[in-house]
């Protein structure tokens, strides 16, 4: 039992008297309802969008297809013009990311992954998409979960300071943080229901939402059979939750609007999508079979057989049951050896590893240690390469394996190391990025034989009915389009 002080009762009464002042809620014409924003004013949303534009754009970069990046604009600023809210200015970016995925951001700002712009079939669908993304700002929900993580924080600031608890300050900060992470249900189902509304009023076919969650569904239960992950939660669904009536719910959404003929700009729509870019772009790098390349930076490794090669933003990571290699990048000066930055930049200050070894590797300096670190409580022995691509890039490998790693695995690793090279021009000829490619079916066309020469060494039928929002014994039909994915 904690006994409270004569202070700690008037700083409460104090912090009290705050919640009860902001306790007071605006009118929000999309959704009809009040809602709690004190923390968060229209002024300020415009403000935040604007700060976090920039690190989306450095995080993932735009798109360059001045087309299709003008398109979705297009579509973007006619929804708008049927929204409740007329003091947001809206802006719409392609952002360069194969991941199905989208987002808005406070104060206008709506996100699309080239990713997510590939997987739709018309504009319908990808309009339900900027439509539903455009509800969450009309609908005011980043300034609702920012306010009542604001209100809960400053509740628990008075539980605190009844308490002078520090451990309940931490637990609650954490639990606020979880909540911020994604959208509830009830915003979901509001946005899809807003979203649907523009949509219709824009003169678009209402049940668009539901075709799309519908692929996003296929989709993502592609991602994980491809991946053999049965738990994990594919990006869009981990701030956009896909409850199991969502899908129903927008086709009762879209029953309660007119019906009537729809022009999906299906041609218009592939025309543009035509020749996009699919998967990992050049600017990125891109794994085909074992090996990474990456044609913008110049080079290409190999990584062994029984390996997952996962590309991140700023790292590539392998990894098998024994072994994990990581592979980055980093910068040195020009007058200093491959030793010496080995030494003194990315080991300064560490102790117990092994003299460095001078290494060759396909005419680049290298230079390479090893020690024994544990980690997650076991014992593991950590080798380092640094290699000077040129007199100022570096691109290192860490491998960790077991302290007993086998000949065969040491000498895997071995060769993922001599396999590092600078691409030729031929090298580049060979690997191309992989993109879109739209074709009209012949009859006499069949789905396997247009799967089977997609560049994939599985899953490639099926590979072709979701990227087509296909069931699962639709035949194709003669004089429509279709995507494919070529190199």
């Known amino acids: ?168 300050r931490q637990a609650g900060s954490l639990g606020t943080d979880l909540f911020l992470k994604s959208y509830s249900r009830k915003h979901e189902n509001q946005a899809d229901e807003l979203g649907i509304r523009y949509i219709a009023k824009a003169g678009y076919d209402p049940y668009a939402a539901q075709s799309f969650l519908s692929h996003l569904e296929a989709d993502s239960a592609l991602e994980k059979k491809i991946k053999k992950e049965t738990g994990s939660i594919p990006v869009y669904f981990s701030t956009h939750p896909l409850t199991a009536d969502r899908v129903r719910e927008a086709s009762v959404i879209a029953s309660s609007y007119p019906k009537g003929q729809f022009d999906d700009q299906k041609v218009e729509y592939f025309r543009l999508i035509d020749n996009v870019t699919y ?49 980055d990048g980093a910068k040195k000066n020009a007058a200093q050896s491959i030793e010496d930055y080995l030494v003194n930049v990315w080991k300064r200050g560490k102790t117990g590893y092994d003299t460095p070894e001078r290494l060759t590797i396909n005419g680049m300096d290298a230079a390479m240690t090893s020690y024994v670190a544990t980690i997650s409580g076991q014992q593991k022995r950590v080798r380092e390469v640094a290699i000077a691509y040129n007199t100022t890039d570096i691109y290192r490998f860490t491998f960790v394996m077991e302290t007993n790693a086998s000949i065969a695995t040491q000498t895997s690793l071995k060769d993922t190391m001599y396999s590092f090279k600078k691409m030729s021009a031929n090298d580049k000829l060979r690997y191309p990025p992989q993109r879109i490619k739209v074709f009209v079916a012949k009859a006499g066309d069949t789905v396997a034989q247009k ?37």
């Open 451 to 487: 799967a089977s020469i997609m560049p994939f060494d599985d899953y490639k039928e099926e590979r072709f009915r979701v990227l087509n929002g296909m069931s699962l014994l639709e035949p194709l039909t003669p004089n429509r389009l279709y995507k494919t994915i070529i190199e």
């Open 279 to 327: 998967g990992d772009s050049a600017d990125k790098g891109f794994v085909r079979g074992q090996t990474f390349v990456h044609p913008n930076l110049g080079f290409m490794f190999d990584a062994p057989q029984g390996f997952e090669i996962v590309n991140q933003p700023n790292r590539v990571i392998a990894q098998s049951q024994n072994a994990v290699i990581i592979f």
């Open 1 to 168: 039992m904690h006994r409270f002080s004569m202070p700690a009762f008037f700083k409460i009464c104090n912090v009290v008297a705050i919640l009860i002042t902001l306790g007071s809620c605006s009118y929000n014409q999309a959704t009809g309802e009040k809602q709690f924003t004190a923390f968060m004013p229209a002024a300020k949303e415009a403000q935040i969008g604007a700060q976090n534009h920039a690190a989306v754009l450095k995080e993932y970069g735009e798109y360059k297809d001045a087309e299709l990046s003008a398109y979705v604009n297009r579509i973007g600023q006619k929804l708008a013009q049927y929204t409740e809210r007329d003091d947001v200015k809206y802006t719409f970016t392609v952002i360069d990311s194969p991941i199905v995925n989208a987002f808005a951001v406070p104060g206008g700002y709506i996100y699309i992954s080239r990713g997510l712009i590939t997987l739709a079939n018309n504009e319908a669908e990808l309009a339900s998409v900027i439509g539903h993304e455009i509800g969450h700002i009309t609908a005011r929900h980043s300034a609702q979960q920012q306010s009542q993580g604001v209100l809960a924080n400053i509740g628990l600031v008075a539980l605190s300071i009844a308490t002078d608890t520090a451990a309940v």
